[in-house]
């Protein structure tokens, strides 16, 4: 007597089998979610969001923001000017870095 109906342990295959398909199927979007947003905060500033210029000063590279003058260093970038044997270096690479924010011509607001 044969019967077209699936025995108990065949639906119970089937529903782990598709719910771990499901579950695969889920992981792989957020993953594309989490490396879509990364990508989307790639060289943008953290203050407002517009993109950042990278210039390179006494051979430190530095990430600007033309639009608020935020400035950033990697961390093996400030690691390289804390251990330069050079004095000042660091007080020398943000004074040319402001310099080139303000542009030429420009003066200082306020005293700062």
Not at 17 to 38: F, G, M, T, Y
Not at 81 to 93: D, F, K, M, N, Y
Request: proline fraction near 4%.
């Amino acid at each position: 007597m044969s019967t077209d109906k699936p025995s108990r342990n065949e639906d119970e295959y089937f529903a782990q089998q598709n719910a771990e398909l499901l579950r695969k199927q889920r992981d792989q979007a957020d993953q594309a979610s989490r490396e879509a947003e990364r990508k989307s905060h790639y060289m943008k500033c953290p203050k407002d969001g517009y993109d950042l210029s990278s210039s390179e000063y006494h051979g430190v590279q530095i990430e600007t923001c033309p639009h608020c003058g935020g400035m950033w260093l990697d961390a093996g970038e400030l690691e390289v000017v804390s251990h330069e044997e050079r004095p000042a270096l660091l007080t020398r690479v943000l004074s040319d870095a402001f310099s080139s924010l303000r542009g030429p011509g420009k003066k200082r607001e306020g005293g700062r």
